[in-house]
């Protein structure tokens, strides 16, 4: 069982990095790794190159093992009290940024690796002085690529990964979210709106640099939805492409009569068709459009 409370901000100024790391949270084959490879053309960033995997694959099982139930087996029956071992957690978390930003240089380090976008929690409780940024892109082309290539999963899971995803990260404390088409777009505009969000130094050449990364593409935006990963992503999640300013119905309708066979034989079948229902009307309201409210149930 994980400690009740995340650690006293008093203690965190204990650390070195206090209030010096970034997370950068993103489903994978969301453009993320582009985007870690521009901010490192800011010299007040230590971007790191590689994926630590520092919550996933350490610092979620000690926060774990604060308490066994029934046992004298958790760190509670050595440390005695929470915040004593929450400050000594953040010291052991510290050690590899630390190391990382001496051997890269800058000051702020930014750390990324694709698993933690759905532990903030477990972040917050030991770096409630770090600033999260989500990114995020148009979940009918991540699954998509999820589902497609060497290590593909079934269009069901990619949509799902996407889906569960952007659902931990909305109800997260996060301090800010990038949207991948933004940066696609304008790249220059939204490099430098992100540098301002997060208090870093952007100047001319290095914003310029940074933009670069984006550069030739721009026609990633017009990849069309094809997938069936794509198609259930638009039939369970349609209040997340609304949430996240993405048109729906992009998928053809064969495409979409696939994706249903796929998940018919699961209760998210009437919890996917209520949820679209919803978000149709919602959009039908918000843009005065009645054309696109759903069929009354039993004419679709």
């Known amino acids: 069982m994980k400690p009740s409370e995340p650690l006293d901000i008093e203690l965190a100024r204990e650390s070195s990095l206090f209030g010096k790391v970034i997370f950068v949270l993103a489903t994978p084959a969301s453009g993320s790794d582009v985007l870690m490879r521009a901010l ?7 971007a790191l190159p590689v994926r630590t995997n520092l919550f996933s694959g350490g610092m979620t099982r000690i926060l774990d093992h604060w308490v066994q139930d029934g046992t004298n087996q958790g760190m509670h029956h050595v440390c005695g009290e929470e915040q004593e071992f929450l400050a000594a957690a953040r010291l052991l978390a510290d050690t590899p940024l630390l190391a990382a930003r001496a051997a890269i240089g800058g000051d702020v380090v930014v750390e990324h690796s694709g698993d933690q976008i759905q532990l903030v929690d477990d972040i917050r409780a030991i770096y409630p002085d770090a600033r999260i940024v989500h990114v995020v892109r148009d979940g009918r082309h991540v699954a998509d690529r999820l589902a ?7 269009a ?6 996407w889906v569960d995803d952007q659902r931990s990260a909305m109800e997260a404390a996060v301090d800010g979210t990038v949207k991948v088409e933004a940066l696609l777009t304008d790249p ?3 490099m430098k709106a992100l540098a301002d969000g997060l208090n870093i130094d952007a100047p001319g050449p290095a914003l310029a640099a ?4 984006f550069s030739g593409a721009g026609q990633l935006l017009a990849t069309p939805v094809t997938g069936r990963a794509a198609a ?5 999640a349609p209040d997340l492409l609304a949430h996240f300013g993405y048109e729906l119905d992009k998928s053809r309708r064969s495409t979409r009569f696939a994706g249903w066979v796929e998940i018919s034989a699961s209760g998210a079948v009437v919890a996917a068709g209520k ?3 919803r978000v149709q009307e919602r959009v039908a309201d918000r843009f005065g459009r009645d054309e696109w409210r759903p069929s009354p149930l039993g004419e679709e």
């Open 40 to 46: 490192r053309e800011f010299p007040q960033l230590a």
């Open 148 to 154: 497609q290539g060497k290590h593909a999963v079934p």
């Open 232 to 236: 259930i992503v638009e039939i369970v």
């Open 156 to 161: 069901r899971y990619a949509a799902r990964r």
């Open 188 to 190: 220059v505009g939204a």
């Open 210 to 213: 940074a933009a670069s990364h």
């Open 275 to 277: 949820a679209r229902r």
